[in-house]
């Protein structure tokens, strides 16, 4: 390629409402390369956290236990750990109130859960309409700087007395870059975007699929309660009933 069909050659030799595109859509570029790679951190720390929490609740643990692990750091949990705080507290709140009945107390429990899910989406799905929107807009923002730098290089035609190829490449070139340089926004935009999605989705189902063998759980804890209210509280849930 010729010094004078360089990229920057081009660049700078374009006009300066094309200049302007070019920045804002590496300005795009940038930031959605961070966001990239915040929510890339942020979804595969979410995901061991589950894995994690979930292979500790399965394991046989007594979850009295667990509760009050989680207690202790309780600024610093996330995700499945907080669903399954949340849950664990008002049910047993409920539970100890006299004349309480079990539906009403797994019913709580759901709520308080279905809240903190609630939440945590919210959480999770920050900025990813971002990346959405520079997917989306980008094309068309480079598109435009393109038709506007080849109505500048046809203008420029006007006053010549013989059009070739070398008076029209530069300029279609200088329009071609605002073209190029929005696919190179919108392309990893895109595809981080719809993978986060399908990530997020996934990590959602497995937050919902929890809370219903949790709520199972908890109601057929209630249950056996309600069929023989002298039993011994088991070691699952009532041993820290007074700490919830």
Do not use: C
Not at 36 to 47: E, G, N, T, V
Not at 55 to 83: P, V
């Amino acid at each position: 390629m010729s010094s004078d069909l360089s990229i920057l050659h081009l660049v700078m030799g374009a006009s300066p409402l094309v200049q302007a595109v070019l920045v804002a859509l590496l300005l795009a570029s940038i930031l959605s390369w961070t966001v990239i790679l915040q929510k890339r951190k942020i979804l595969r720390r979410a995901q061991s956290a589950a894995d994690a929490f979930e292979d500790r609740f399965w394991s046989g643990t007594d979850l009295g236990a667990i509760y009050q692990q989680l207690g202790r750091r309780n600024h610093d949990l996330a995700g499945m750990e907080r669903i399954f705080e949340a849950g664990f507290k008002e049910f047993m709140r409920l539970h100890k109130q006299s004349g309480a009945e079990a539906r009403a107390a797994v019913e709580g429990a759901q709520r308080a859960m279905r809240v903190v899910l609630s939440r945590e989406v919210d959480e999770l799905e920050t900025q990813l309409p971002f990346l959405a929107t520079v997917g989306s807009t980008s094309p068309y923002v480079g598109l435009f700087g393109t038709v506007w730098g080849i109505m500048n290089a046809f203008q420029n035609l006007g006053g010549a007395t013989q059009a070739t190829i070398a008076h029209v490449a530069p300029g279609i070139s200088e329009a071609l870059v605002a073209t190029a340089m929005g696919l190179f926004a919108a392309i990893p935009a895109v595809i981080a975007y719809n993978r986060y999605t399908t990530v997020l989705d996934r990590l959602v189902n497995r937050y919902e699929n929890f809370m219903e063998e949790f709520s199972t759980i908890l109601q057929r804890h209630a249950l056996s309660r309600r069929r023989d209210p002298a039993a011994t509280p088991g070691p699952a849930l009532d041993q820290t009933a007074e700490q919830a």
